[in-house]
């Protein structure tokens, strides 16, 4: 006889040994393609997300990130305009997607995030320590960028937005509306700060007078700058002249700093059901942002210059190892794999959510998403270049300096321009408070859910304890000095560690647990098993991938610089420090595993290769059809042990069971009394 269900409880998956575990004639809501409102937690100890829009929000938002605003487009124009777009499609297919399906399949699946997640294989469960501390890293620098947003999202209304002047107090000579012409002569007067030639002041430390510098001024190119870049440099950020002068904290970053972290603590005090709510709004207004300010940057001279110089192919470019590198290296940097995040939001699924939907949906989204701003993002570049008479490659920067330089002198040129710049600072706000979320709580998850004893009760105070954390380590980013110690961060925080992050974990799934039962997991939730497109990628193609993305950075790697400005030896040394921290629990936690483990070390380490006993799915339901779905070679295989022991799981006093499995009686001591809360299944 078999166990009573409800038409809730059964899974659409068919076991291999031919016995049906299921009868429902709904084949599972998750195929509908539903997106309806939830019913209620279907975990009731961790929670679900509210509704399946939550997720999918969620994880549109997390991808969607500032690289798709300000790196994509200037990667697409920097290498080859339009034929960009085939190496960056073709690694989509072959490493983004697959990447992106392989995290959140073992998510949703074990109902845990990245760190508690390795009880599939524990010798690997430095992976997801590593995963949580580049999260963690990250997470520090992004929201100073989230920071200098709120703060030109302040300073945009007014009248009239303070960089589209020279007459601040922040300016000096240099500065000029039009930079086309560099500021040659000056009749006399040394940079603009009116030191003529009958000035007789010694300069002892080259030896000469400053008249007989003024005398031959006219031989002197001084670089004009922009009022945008003025007021990037010398106000916003006060910059210093290096990492040896820090200087002191900025108030005006300081106050939009705290206001920064507390919208992160208001937004994820409850989690995914707080966050979640939110997402309909960070997650879906940026698109709407881009389509106002692609409407209007259309009609503006100069636009379809800039458009064209973003999408006429330049295909000689493809015959170069850097264009694919690069294409390779922002597919997997842009999907979020490695990070935790997908893991994480996956976890807080209900069971039969339709992963492989998600799967194909979130990424395309993403990529689009990346290619529509680049005509947004040049719409805007070709206007300035017409209006200050440059050509657009003097124009267009990547990274920090199109979104807090280029695109505010863009938008201080056109009318009602406040208006402008509110819409555009919102819009990044929003792009970099979705992103903040997946990290974030990626933190707070890893540590609730390896510590669930202590901390499952108390998610208001770990949230509220490392947002504190946070903020303090980042106080020294909103210094004059600042923006050089995130720049060592950003260039190298993430740079290898993600890579060879993901490199294990993809390995480490698909041939030390197994891509067959991993694709039978994914079965038991959707209904059917990952298309053979997906395993000969996790299998061959990704980690290739992956490896040739390693490489790759490898050989382009330079120590890192600040425009002009070179760090000193220790600077870089730290910066490498901070590369390895994250690779440091890999070794570490396999090492400290091995020497907690009993047996030889050839045993040990066999064991530790296997999944611990309570790994599989988190609700008893689902975890009765896993382990009936399991043959006795695939459970000892997967488990260990031999055909003598017996995997102990509790059942009600009532249940009638079905055993699919033989026991063989003889093995079974005769005086060994099996009580009613338990049922013997031989392994």
């Known amino acids: 006889m078999t166990t009573e269900k409800t038409m809730d409880d059964r899974s659409p998956y068919e076991a291999e040994s031919g016995k049906s575990l299921v009868a429902s004639s709904s084949s599972d809501s998750c195929s509908s393609g539903s997106y309806s409102m939830a019913s209620g937690d279907e975990n009731k100890e961790r929670g679900n997300w509210s509704g399946r829009l939550d997720f999918l929000l969620s994880c549109i938002g997390y991808a969607v990130g500032l690289g798709n605003i300000w790196r994509f487009p200037y990667l697409c124009y920097r290498n080859g305009g339009g034929a960009f777009l085939i190496p960056y499609l073709t690694f989509l297919i072959v490493c983004g997607m697959p990447l992106f399906f392989l995290e959140i399949s073992y998510g949703q699946f074990a109902s845990l995030s990245p760190i508690a997640v390795w009880r599939m294989s524990p010798l690997f469960k430095g992976i997801g320590y590593g995963m949580v501390i580049i999260s963690g890293i990250v997470c520090i620098y992004y929201n100073i960028i989230i920071t200098w947003t709120l703060y030109y999202l302040f300073m945009s209304l007014r009248a009239v937005v303070p960089w589209s002047t020279c007459n601040n107090e922040w300016n000096d000579g240099r500065c000029a509306l039009n930079t086309k012409e560099n500021m040659t002569g000056m009749n006399g007067s040394l940079f603009g700060y009116g030191v003529d030639s009958n000035t007789s ?15 031959n001024v006219s031989n002197i190119t001084i670089k004009k700058q922009t ?5 990037w440099r010398k106000h916003v950020l006060d910059i210093s002249d290096g990492i040896d002068d820090i200087g002191e904290i900025r108030w005006q970053l300081l106050l939009c700093l705290i206001l920064a972290w507390v919208l992160v603590f208001l937004c994820l005090f409850k989690g995914v059901k707080s966050s979640g709510k939110v997402v309909y709004v960070t997650a879906t207004f940026p698109y709407l942002v881009l389509i106002i300010l692609l409407v209007r940057g259309v009609t503006l001279p100069g636009s379809w210059d800039g458009i064209k110089f973003y999408l006429i192919p330049r295909w000689e470019k493809l015959a170069t190892f850097k264009v694919w590198g690069e294409a390779a290296a922002q597919i997997f940097y842009s999907i979020g794999a490695a990070w935790g ?11 039969h959510n339709n992963v492989l939907r998600d799967a194909i949906i979130v990424p395309i989204l993403n990529c689009g998403t990346s290619i529509f701003a680049g005509f947004v993002i040049f719409a805007i570049i070709g206007f300035m270049a017409h209006e200050t008479g440059e050509n657009v490659e003097d124009v267009i920067k990547g990274g920090p300096g199109l979104a807090f330089v280029v695109y505010p002198e863009a938008v201080a040129k056109l009318p009602i321009s406040p208006l402008w710049a509110v819409l555009f600072f919102l819009m990044l706000f929003t792009i970099g408070l979705d992103s903040q979320f997946g990290m974030f709580e990626t933190m707070t998850s890893a540590f609730i859910d390896e510590f669930p004893t202590y901390l499952r009760n108390k998610k208001l ?9 946070e903020f303090l ?6 210094t004059r000095g600042g923006i050089y110690i995130l720049q060592i961060m950003d260039w190298y925080s993430s740079t290898f560690s993600l ?9 480490a799934i698909t041939w030390v647990y197994g891509i067959g039962r991993f694709s039978d997991d994914i079965a038991l939730m959707i209904g059917r098993h990952p298309p053979l497109w997906y395993k000969i990628c996790w299998m061959f193609i990704t980690p290739a991938v992956i490896l040739f993305v390693l490489i790759f950075s490898m050989v382009s790697i330079a120590p890192v610089t600040y425009d002009d400005y070179k760090y000193p030896g220790w600077a870089i040394s730290v910066g490498w420090m901070m590369a390895m921290c994250s690779l440091v629990p890999l070794p570490i936690c396999a090492i400290l595993a091995i020497v907690r483990e009993e047996g030889t070390l050839l045993e040990r380490i066999k064991k530790l290769l296997k999944p611990r006993a309570e790994w599989g799915p988190a609700l008893p339901q689902y975890r009765e059809k896993y382990e009936a779905s399991l043959s006795g070679e695939s459970r000892l295989r997967i488990f260990g042990g031999s055909s003598k022991q017996y ?11 079905e055993v699919d499995l033989k026991v063989n009686l003889t093995s079974v001591d005769q005086d060994e009394e099996f009580g009613p809360e338990s049922k013997l299944t031989s392994v």
Not at 345 to 351: C, G, Q
């Open 341 to 351: 995040a997908l893991i994480t939001m996956a976890s807080y699924n209900k069971f």
């Open 647 to 657: 995997y102990m799981t509790p059942v009600k006093a009532d249940q009638v069971l």
């Open 201 to 215: 002041v010694s300069l002892r430390s080259v030896g000469v007078t400053v008249a007989s510098v003024a005398a």
């Open 473 to 478: 380590l980042g106080l020294p980013l909103i």
């Open 227 to 231: 009022p945008s870049e003025q007021y």
């Open 461 to 469: 105070l770990v949230t509220a304890a490392l947002c504190f954390v």
């Open 499 to 507: 890579m060879i992050i993901s490199l294990t974990e993809c390995l």
